[in-house]
């Protein structure tokens, strides 16, 4: 019945929509910002922190669908060790990947983030997967909130 | 809850056939569209009015000596004249054209809120309301000194009149602007009792009718409304046109909203003075093709008669609830006892979002999310809802496709 939305719900999107991982606020962090998608009213709280130069850890809090919440929680389990100048070369990469089903590279992180790659073909739906990437940006430039408008 | 036994009152397969865009496939199935409380399809005879008027008979309006011009003027005053029928207004001249239903409560907000109300004086609006009759309140408490007073909705999705009155008590209150129809829950409110409470307290009320006037007949005088707003392109018609019907001697009370071209009687250098109403109130060049729409909506509406429409959607509703109500992990929102083609719901273990994106896979369009009313899903403790809605056109084969395809939901989630 839903064999062409397999792109979009694959399991991995469905396992981690349903059951996050760092879906959390950190007991400790240095860097928070929110996300707001007013269209739908998705919305997201990134926790961040660092350690020694790196993201340590990011954990968030949020509400939404299947596909925003497990797109904020492949990117906590990405972001862990990278440096800010990687993340936001990173978020770059997903955002095209969000928008066109392509992204550049074969690096770990990026493959890691590629089952959301099926968000492309649902403009509607393209704001869900990226909206806490932009928060998580917002929070790494020390600016509080986020939208994905 | 045996539907079939109800009188066939209108011929749904002769009301499809004036819908084209029912014949169309989305995702190659024929289209189930559930959407209707977000804007409604049009019949042919509104889409031929339209093109019509371009063809035949169109310029400006109220400003041409021309042929033309005059023609075009009498089918763009037809339609207040329609719509003066279809309120039961008394005075045409009360009825003010305006883009949409958000448009006319700004309308009221700015020219009677800040032109009428004092400050220290208060509105009250429900918990029910979509954003549009919400937030012009909100703008006014902060540029003009108004209290913003909110009344409660039960459990049941029904509006507090206890509440209601206790917020009356201290006469503060002016204007009571309140949904005669939740987009969200479907539940009408008691627009008569309302009005009675409020003139009892010295208030004047509105009722944003975006969503009742496309399900039952609504007469202000019964009513005893002092304002009532509606959209065209809820009641089958454009977009773009929306209607606002005040109380003669409150529109005269009240400044004009925008300045222009023909929302004036002189102007010189020094002052303008303005023309009667309701033209005082139609800044500029109208949207003379909608209106004619608005028009043939009505028309169309009237042809098929509420009384038939509120049967049909009675039982498509009652339908509807059963279904819904029998799939384990729907829950439906709201039990009102007065309620209309409207059901919000929401499916355990999966986002609204997410429900909506496979139903759209099979063919079925409904709404997902807030639907512009944020308090009350806060209310109601859930983040957003499903929606189905329905209109003149909607069958009950679509309802239980609509049931049939949540159970596939429910499963994919599962």
Redesign the interface.
């Known amino acids: 019945m839903f064999d062409d939305l397999r792109d979009l719900y694959q399991e991995v999107i469905l396992d981690h929509g349903r059951r996050p991982r760092h879906g959390a606020r950190l007991a400790a962090f240095d860097a928070s910002a929110k996300g707001d998608n007013p269209m739908c009213g998705d919305r997201v709280q990134v926790f961040v922190r660092h350690d020694g130069g790196r993201i340590g850890e990011v954990g968030f809090e949020a509400r939404g669908c299947a596909i925003s919440i497990a797109s904020a929680d492949l990117m906590a389990e990405v972001a862990a060790g990278c440096s800010d100048a990687e993340i936001h070369d990173l978020a770059q990469r997903f955002r095209e990947l969000a928008r066109s089903g392509a992204a550049a590279g074969d690096d770990a992180a990026i493959e890691r983030l590629r089952p959301l790659a099926g968000v492309h073909e649902f403009p509607s739906r393209v704001k869900c997967a990226t909206l806490p990437w932009h928060a998580l940006l917002a929070a790494l430039d020390g600016k509080g909130e986020a939208s994905s408008e | 809850m045996n539907v079939t036994t109800r009188p066939a009152l209108l011929d749904i397969e002769a009301i499809r056939a004036e819908f084209p865009i029912l014949q169309q496939q989305v995702r190659g199935r024929t289209l189930v569209f559930l959407d209707s409380a977000a804007s409604a399809q049009k019949p042919r005879a509104v889409i031929g009015a339209m093109v019509q008027a371009m063809e035949t008979q169109y310029a400006n309006v109220h400003r041409g000596l021309h042929w033309m011009s005059e023609r075009t003027t009498e089918a763009y005053e037809g339609t207040r004249d329609a719509v003066a029928r279809l309120l039961n207004a008394p005075d045409r001249h009360e009825i003010v054209f305006t883009r949409n239903s958000t448009e006319a409560i700004n309308l009221v907000a700015h020219s009677y809120g800040r032109g009428v109300l004092r400050p220290g004086q208060a509105v009250v609006i429900s918990e029910m309301e979509h954003h549009s009759n919400l937030v012009p309140w909100q703008m006014l408490r902060d540029a003009h000194g108004i209290e913003l007073r909110v009344a409660p909705v039960t459990d049941a999705g029904e509006l507090d009149m206890a509440a209601l009155e206790a917020l009356l008590a201290d006469g503060k209150v002016g204007l009571v602007a309140i949904t005669h129809m939740s987009n969200v829950l479907g539940s009408y409110t008691p627009a008569e009792r309302i009005a009675a409470l409020a003139h009892a307290h010295g208030a004047r009320v509105l009722f944003d009718g975006s969503q009742a006037i496309v399900h039952r007949r609504v007469d202000v005088q019964a009513l005893d409304a002092d304002f009532y707003a509606f959209t065209g392109h809820k009641l089958y018609g454009p977009t773009g046109i929306g209607v606002l019907w005040a109380r003669r001697e409150l529109l005269e009370a009240m400044p004009p909203f925008m300045g222009g071209g023909d929302m004036i009687s002189s102007v010189t250098w020094e002052r303008s003075t303005w023309a009667e109403v309701p033209h005082k109130f139609e800044a500029g060049t109208p949207a003379i093709i909608e209106a004619i729409g608005l028009g043939a909506a009505i028309g169309f509406v009237e042809s098929v008669g509420y009384e038939a429409i509120a049967a049909h959607e009675a039982a498509l509703t009652e339908h509807a609830l059963a279904r819904l109500s029998a799939i384990a992990g729907v829950h439906v929102l709201g039990r009102a006892q007065d309620r209309g083609g409207v059901v919000s719901f929401t499916l355990d273990?999966?986002?609204?979002?997410?429900v909506a994106?496979?139903l759209d896979?099979?063919g079925i369009a409904v709404r997902?999310?807030?639907h512009c009313a944020?308090p009350l899903?806060r209310r109601l403790g859930v983040?957003?809802t499903a929606r189905a809605s329905f209109g003149i056109y909607t069958t009950q084969a679509e309802i239980d496709a609509l049931a049939e395809s949540l159970l596939?939901v429910r499963e994919?989630?599962a």
């Open positions: 273990r999966a986002h609204a979002h997410d994106t496979l896979r099979q997902a999310g807030h944020e899903m983040d957003s596939r994919f989630f």
